[in-house]
């Protein structure tokens, strides 16, 4: 299995340009988080998925910010406009109850 | 005030010596408790799971107080291959089952 896959591992744009992340859950999981990580406040879950519904979105930002999972196997992280204090590495992890959380490599995002 | 609390370090330690660091929590109905492990610039990654009973895995030991919900890992014999930042982490499922991380720990195990 080639664990959970995200999509770009580094990416660099200009203050008010979209931005999309993306993620390959682990096949079977039925579980996505979306997590963001930075300096000042560590790890803080975004939104998660169960079945491809999302649960839980408390985390999200603000409206810049949204998420879509429209299929077991991949689901995307949107901010559109971006600004600055958006730097920060995404995480995307899947689970199921029968098996751990596993996390993606992350996305480094620096917006400029 | 955070659902999971960490000791802030950094922790400075030669090889071979012994480190504890402390979590607590403040949802009593939190019901898993784990230690992740996350190396600089890469992602977090399963340590171990802590159970009610204390566990054991080689040099790590893990230890839940439920009733100071209070975690603990405790690492002896440190290897330079053990820097890294330790994450509490505690699961609610009053919540979702969702992963709520303590801030880290960050440990260097100097030569």
């Not at chain 2, 790590?60 to 014999?77: C, V, W």
């Not at chain 2, 994450?87 to 991380?101: A, E, M, P, T």
């Amino acid at each position: 299995d080639a664990g959970v896959i995200q999509s770009p591992r580094h990416e660099v744009t200009e203050m008010g340009q979209e931005v999309t992340l993306r993620c390959k859950p682990i096949s079977g999981h039925d579980y996505l988080f979306w997590y963001r990580q930075t300096m000042m406040r560590g790890l803080e879950l975004l939104i998660y998925f169960n079945n491809n519904v999302p649960i839980d979105d408390s985390g999200m930002p603000e409206d810049r910010f949204s998420a879509k999972m429209p299929n077991a196997s991949f689901s995307t992280l949107k901010i559109q406009p971006s600004e600055p204090r958006d730097s920060a590495v995404y995480f995307c992890a899947s689970s199921s109850t029968n098996y751990g959380y596993t996390f993606g490599s992350g996305t480094r995002l620096t917006v400029v | 005030r955070k659902e999971v609390e960490q000791d802030p370090g950094p922790f400075n330690v030669p090889e071979g010596a012994t480190v504890a660091f402390n979590c607590t929590y403040s949802n009593s109905a939190s019901q898993s408790f784990f230690w992740y492990r996350q190396d600089c610039r890469k992602e977090p990654k399963l340590l171990m799971s802590v159970y009610s009973s204390g566990n054991e895995d080689g040099r790590f030991t893990a230890q839940l107080n439920r009733a100071s919900q209070y975690i603990s890992l405790l690492i002896r014999d440190s290897k330079l291959s053990d820097s890294a930042t330790y994450l509490c982490v505690v699961i609610s499922y009053n919540q979702g089952g969702k992963l709520i991380f303590g801030q880290g720990t960050e440990l260097s195990v100097k030569p």
